[in-house]
């Protein structure tokens, strides 16, 4: 079952501009991670914001989260052509899901030189 | 150097064929994972696993089947059961299946003719 939902599908920026993708979720969660793939290789974790947090910031990365209206999202601050990848976020229901992660289907985010 | 490593990268096999892929970690992780992803989606959970000698069906685990003998590994068989075989499986790590973020290996492709 697809708990997160990312927004948009695709982005398409010039480098040196800022990336924003959203995620909505339907369920209560203990955390939501953001992660990173690039084509063809496994993914990256980036960062995890848990539930009682309101907004994580990791270099060029700002998370926020808003658990009254089940979203996040991800800025990507002066994005950089080696920043083209997909972007999936991820949640963590705790024990009510077994513990395990629910992705999305990602955001693709290319950053044209 | 701790990680977690897949292999095959790439795999082919023959339609009514059994085939096993491999997933080691060396980083001391209690929970293991099994994700396929299909071309342009998300990730699906096919089995996990929360400590040794446990493990617990995913959203997708038809067709295939695990084992968790040892701590470092969690191979996963796709056997001649799974309707679509072909896809991108990736294995993942996390230092409990509680809070933390996941590690993933880089990926076996598999084609199945």
């Known amino acids: 079952s697809q708990q997160g939902e990312e927004d948009p599908q695709a982005l398409s920026i010039q480098e040196g501009e800022n990336a924003t993708m959203n995620c909505s979720y339907k369920?209560?969660?203990?955390?939501l991670q953001w992660y990173r793939q690039n084509s063809g290789r496994g993914l990256v974790h980036l960062i995890l914001i848990r539930s009682n947090e309101r907004e994580k910031h990791s270099g060029r990365l700002r998370v926020t989260l808003d658990t009254s209206k089940k979203s996040s999202s991800l800025l990507i601050t002066a994005s950089r052509a080696a920043d083209t990848a997909s972007y999936f976020c991820?949640?963590?229901?705790?024990?009510?899901?077994?513990?395990?992660?629910?992705f999305g289907e990602g955001t693709q985010l290319t950053v044209n030189p | 150097d701790g990680g977690i490593t897949q292999s095959p990268k790439y795999l082919f096999r023959k339609e009514g064929q059994n085939v096993t892929l491999s997933c080691e970690q060396n980083?001391?992780?209690?929970?293991m994972y099994w994700y396929r992803q299909d071309p342009g989606q998300g990730l699906r959970l096919i089995y996990y696993?929360?400590?040794?000698?446990?493990?617990q069906k995913g959203d997708i685990a038809e067709g295939y089947s695990v084992s968790r003998e040892k701590k470092e590994s969690f191979p996963l068989t796709v056997t001649s059961a799974q309707k679509n075989p072909t896809a991108f499986y990736l294995c993942a790590s996390a230092r409990s299946a509680e809070g933390y973020e996941q590690y993933f290996g880089p990926g076996t492709r598999l084609t199945v003719t």
């Open positions: 980083l001391n992780h209690d929970a």
């Open positions: 369920t209560s969660i203990n955390n």
């Open positions: 991820a949640t963590d229901a705790g024990e009510t899901s077994g513990s395990r992660l629910t």
């Open positions: 696993s929360q400590i040794v000698n446990d493990f």
